[in-house]
């Protein structure tokens, strides 16, 4: 008869603890993890401090007005795996993120909290070198606290319950420089202080804005300078094109909602101003799908596997936000910040509600492109204009007279005698460009077409040809190349026109659209220029 027996296989401390500051955390996230410690213990002010002393030693102090705890909180909440907070809508979650997030980063995490505004604050210690020494889970208790510490707590929270998270022997935030306290180091040190109000200022943007009644308010200071609110959907400039709420049914019965919501924002250019472009952070990386967790960002800019970004969709930025009763729906991670879509959620997005608004973005971005290429291309052709006026009597070609100016057609002289053709006939649009002449558009896509322009041998170009956004675009002020590829678009009409014939008439045409097919075709995998850089 078998006999089952129960063994208790406690954890190596050592091993445990140390292998836990190989989580994944990056820096910024590992912080936001502590300040929704914070707003869970209903703080509305937090105040960090990152700062090295005269030797280069790094220290993290982030002080709150939250509830605080007592003995008994302290210990519970420095307890791997604590227990749940009363409310599932935490931003808090699994009860790991304050120690992994901290012990990722540095060998020594304290907590220095009190329960209101009489009782002294108690201070809490894990010591990655103590629990080594003694090979046991053993958490330090001090009713001395750490002097500068306490003086926060009491600058954030006077005579009030408040927290302190304190780290220190912080070893993996910078790297090992020869001179811990020199130039090197404190500029990588504010490098990272600088991401960080980045960071917390997008993640906490609803909770940052007094104006947001989505999110109670909380006041964010980092290194004594406030952290302002930054909306990435620039609600107040861009449009709303799409949006939907969606009733999920949980496996109890119950239903929950999400809310998905898509933004174009202005172009760089119809910006009202310098100042608010800039604010908005236009760029390739800053497209995608925004996910808010119980109003607080835990993942962004990003199309979760759908798409890849293209910049044509600098513009697109999406909206997903849930509450708690869908993390496990939506398969929340330990550090809160990223979600997995289940299929028939994935096929939705993908099928359903985002070809509209992808459409819409790139439909406006083109139009937007193409605005600024036609007007940078006005005075790119002006060195090609004067160059061909000089060099036109040497270079010949045949005669070509205006025939009938309502119907187009026109009588070329060449050596095979005199051919009678429909050209586009056109005036300058500005002064010189009778020879090379930018157009937004031609028949059928061409690249580019014989014209005749106030009595001149020309060629107009379409600007609207991949060939000319890709080649031509990225040298608009390059003066010689632009004045070689123009040459050889006129170069290429003058020889229709010199040898063309009522016969072979439909095989230059047809060449013309052979010929720009097959740059089409060849500037594909040539790299999109920065339309912003390059006609700037």
Same mark, same amino acid.
């Given at each position: 008869?078998?006999?089952?027996?129960?063994?208790?296989?406690?954890?190596?401390?050592?091993?445990?603890?140390?292998?836990?500051?190989?989580?994944?955390?990056?820096?910024?996230?590992?912080?936001?993890?502590?300040?929704?410690?914070?707003?869970?213990?209903?703080?509305?002010?937090?105040?960090?401090?990152?700062?090295?002393?005269?030797?280069?030693?790094?220290?993290?102090?982030?002080?709150?007005?939250?509830?605080?705890?007592?003995?008994?909180?302290?210990?519970?909440?420095?307890?791997?795996? %604590?227990?749940?907070?009363?409310?599932?809508?935490?931003?808090?979650?699994?009860?790991?993120?304050?120690?992994?997030?901290?012990?990722?980063?540095?060998? =020594?995490?304290?907590?220095?909290?009190?329960?209101?505004?009489?009782?002294?604050?108690?201070?809490?210690?894990?010591?990655?070198?103590?629990?080594?020494?003694?090979?046991?889970?053993?958490?330090?208790?001090? /009713?001395?606290?750490?002097?500068?510490? +306490?003086?926060?707590?009491?600058?954030?929270?006077?005579?009030?319950?408040?927290?302190?998270?304190?780290?220190?022997?912080?070893?993996?935030?910078?790297?090992?420089?020869?001179?811990?306290?020199?130039?090197?180091?404190?500029?990588?040190?504010?490098?990272?202080?600088?991401?960080?109000?980045?960071?917390?200022?997008?993640?906490?943007?609803?909770?940052?804005?007094?104006?947001?009644?989505?999110?109670?308010? +909380?006041?964010?200071?980092?290194?004594?300078?406030?952290?302002?609110?930054?909306?990435?959907?620039?609600?107040?400039?861009?449009?709303?094109?799409?949006?939907?709420?969606?009733?999920?049914? !949980?496996?109890?019965?119950?239903?929950?909602?999400?809310?998905? =919501?898509?933004?174009?924002?202005?172009?760089?250019?119809?910006?009202?101003?310098?100042?608010?472009?800039?604010?908005?952070?236009?760029?390739?990386?800053?497209?995608?799908?925004?996910?808010?967790?119980?109003?607080?960002?835990?993942?962004?800019?990003?199309? !979760?596997?759908?798409?890849?970004?293209?910049?044509?969709?600098?513009?697109?930025?999406?909206?997903?936000?849930?509450?708690?009763?869908?993390?496990?729906?939506?398969?929340?991670?330990?550090?809160?910040?990223?979600?997995?879509?289940?299929?028939?959620?994935?096929?939705?997005?993908?099928?359903?509600?985002?070809?509209?608004?992808?459409?819409?973005?790139?439909?406006?971005?083109?139009?937007?492109?193409?605005?600024?290429?036609?007007?940078?291309? /006005?005075?790119?052709?002006?060195?090609?204009?004067?160059?061909?006026?000089?060099?036109?009597?040497?270079?010949?070609?045949?005669?070509?007279?205006?025939?009938?100016?309502?119907?187009?057609?026109?009588?070329?002289?060449?050596?095979?005698?005199?051919?009678? !053709?429909?050209?586009?006939?056109? %005036?300058?649009?500005?002064?010189?460009?009778?020879?090379?002449?930018?157009?937004?558009?031609?028949?059928?896509?061409?690249?580019?077409?014989?014209?005749?322009?106030?009595?001149?041998?020309?060629?107009?170009?379409?600007?609207?040809?991949?060939?000319?956004?890709?080649?031509?675009?990225?040298?608009?002020?390059?003066?010689?190349?632009?004045?070689?590829?123009?040459?050889?678009?006129?170069?290429?009409?003058?020889?229709?026109?010199?040898?063309?014939?009522?016969?072979?008439?439909?095989?230059?045409?047809?060449?013309?659209?052979?010929?720009?097919?097959?740059? /089409?075709?060849?500037?594909?995998?040539?790299?999109?220029?920065? +339309?912003?850089?390059?006609?700037?």
């Amino acid at each position: 008869m078998s006999h089952l027996e129960e063994i208790e296989l406690p954890p190596d401390p050592e091993r445990v603890i140390v292998g836990l500051r190989d989580t994944g955390y990056e820096f910024n996230t590992a912080v936001a993890d502590i300040v929704d410690n914070s707003i869970a213990a209903n703080a509305t002010k937090v105040q960090l401090w990152l700062t090295a002393d005269m030797r280069g030693n790094i220290r993290l102090m982030i002080a709150d007005n939250g509830d605080g705890m007592n003995r008994e909180g302290l210990i519970n909440a420095m307890q791997y795996g %604590s227990k749940a907070r009363p409310s599932a809508a935490s931003l808090g979650k699994y009860g790991l993120g304050l120690k992994t997030a901290s012990t990722a980063f540095c060998k =020594r995490l304290s907590v220095i909290s009190r329960p209101d505004g009489k009782t002294p604050p108690l201070m809490a210690t894990w010591d990655l070198y103590h629990v080594a020494k003694v090979n046991k889970w053993s958490l330090l208790l001090n /009713e001395e606290c750490d002097a500068e510490a +306490v003086e926060q707590l009491d600058e954030v929270a006077p005579g009030h319950a408040g927290t302190v998270v304190l780290w220190e022997q912080v070893d993996r935030l910078i790297k090992d420089y020869q001179d811990p306290a020199g130039r090197p180091a404190q500029k990588a040190l504010q490098a990272r202080i600088d991401e960080l109000r980045h960071h917390l200022s997008m993640v906490y943007q609803r909770f940052l804005d007094a104006g947001d009644s989505r999110a109670k308010h +909380v006041s964010i200071e980092l290194c004594g300078k406030p952290v302002p609110a930054w909306d990435p959907f620039q609600s107040k400039l861009s449009e709303l094109v799409a949006q939907d709420t969606i009733e999920t049914e !949980l496996p109890d019965g119950r239903l929950a909602p999400f809310i998905i =919501r898509a933004f174009i924002l202005p172009r760089r250019e119809e910006f009202p101003d310098d100042k608010a472009a800039s604010a908005a952070m236009l760029s390739n990386d800053r497209q995608g799908i925004y996910i808010y967790r119980e109003n607080r960002l835990i993942h962004d800019a990003d199309w !979760l596997g759908l798409y890849q970004k293209e910049p044509h969709l600098t513009g697109l930025r999406v909206e997903f936000s849930f509450d708690h009763r869908l993390d496990d729906a939506f398969h929340l991670d330990i550090k809160k910040s990223q979600i997995l879509l289940n299929e028939e959620l994935a096929d939705w997005l993908k099928t359903e509600f985002l070809p509209a608004p992808r459409r819409e973005a790139n439909k406006r971005s083109r139009e937007g492109q193409q605005k600024q290429i036609s007007k940078k291309g /006005e005075g790119a052709h002006d060195t090609s204009n004067n160059n061909i006026r000089n060099r036109e009597a040497a270079a010949g070609g045949p005669e070509v007279h205006v025939a009938d100016p309502n119907t187009g057609e026109a009588v070329i002289t060449n050596k095979h005698g005199k051919t009678r !053709l429909k050209l586009t006939i056109a %005036s300058a649009k500005r002064p010189g460009e009778v020879f090379v002449q930018p157009v937004d558009g031609i028949t059928n896509g061409l690249l580019f077409q014989p014209a005749l322009i106030e009595g001149h041998k020309a060629v107009q170009i379409n600007t609207t040809h991949p060939y000319y956004h890709k080649v031509y675009l990225p040298n608009l002020n390059r003066s010689v190349t632009m004045q070689g590829l123009d040459s050889l678009m006129w170069a290429l009409a003058v020889a229709e026109y010199s040898s063309v014939q009522d016969s072979t008439a439909s095989m230059f045409t047809d060449m013309r659209f052979v010929i720009s097919r097959i740059l /089409e075709k060849l500037v594909e995998t040539l790299p999109e220029p920065d +339309v912003e850089q390059n006609v700037a």
